[in-house]
Every structure is written in structure tokens, then in C-alpha cells.
């Protein structure tokens, strides 16, 4: 999933508890492992250097193209941001900014802590590597980036849709 994607449906699982910032962020991470596990297109990472006999071997390598990925990945992450606070906060008013950015850091944790783990092979972190890993086997799409995006804004949209119904 793109970090957009994992970004707006953090902040729309931290709708679930409006008044509880510890819980909401919860909700965020839970929800990046969620929508993870449902089979999705994500962009290429031309650093990444797979390791297909053992996950747990995956890598970023520093260089130019880790440059290229850090500024598409920033871009990602902060568009995710904006959209969310344009949503919950600005339009919809549902969330103070507060439980926004908790949902929004939640959502976007498990991937930044993927990259940590990567560079520091640290075994705090190896079991959330492992479990991720294995809600993501086998679970990526092929597809054109058009569909990919397209697919995700209607996960988006069915899952915000959703919360209101539970809301209501």
C-alpha cells in the first residue's frame, strides 16, 4: 500500500476513539497490518535489494537511487498527511488534529520501523519484521499504477464510508 493509502485510513481508524489519543494511534498501526494483509499494488523501490530465500534479509542500500526513494517516499507520507487532515480535520470535522496525527503516525509506523529494522537488524524489532513479511507474502499486485491507485482510493473510500456507518 502506498504510505497515502496507510496515512487516511490510520486517521479513519483513529475515529474509533475520538478522545483517546493512545488508543487511536493503536488504531493506526493495527489498521497499516490490516489493509496490508488484503492483496495490493505499491510503487518500486529502486534501492530495495530483495533477498528471496530469506525476507529477513531485505535491505535498502544507500546511494543515489535511496536518495530517489526517500523523496518519493516523503512525498507519499506527506501527501497522506495533508489528505488526512484535509478530511477529518478541515472537511469532515470529526477528529481534532491531535488524534489525526496519531492515526496518521500509527498508520504509517510499521513501514518506517521496517526500514529501522533493516538498517539495524535490531531482534527487538524482528518479530513485527517477520509478522510483516508474512501478512504481505504473496500479496502484491502486478498491476498498472493506474489501477493500483485506483484500487486504493476505493479501499479508502469504502473504509471511510464504513466508519461512518459504525458512527452512526
Known sequence: MTLTTHAIIGATAAQLFPTRPVLAFSAGFASHLVIDSLPHWD????????????????????????????????????????????????FL???PATLVLAGVIGGLLPDFLQFVYFK???????????????????RELRVHPFIGISLQLALVIVVISFSFYLSA
Open 43 to 90: 510503487y518500486a523501490l529502486f534501492s530495495l535489494k530483495r533477498d528471496i530465500k530469506n525476507p529477513l534479509n531485505n535491505d535498502m542500500a544507500i546511494g543515489k537511487n535511496f536518495v530517489l526513494d526517500l523523496m518519493r517516499i516523503s512525498l507519499d507520507a506527506f501527501l497522506g498527511l495533508l489528505l488526512s487532515f484535509f478530511i477529518f480535520y478541515y
Open 93 to 95: 470535522h470529526t477528529l
Open 120 to 138: 539495524t537488524r535490531s531482534n527487538v524489532l524482528a518479530p513485527l519484521q517477520k509478522f510483516h513479511i508474512w501478512i504481505q507474502e504473496e
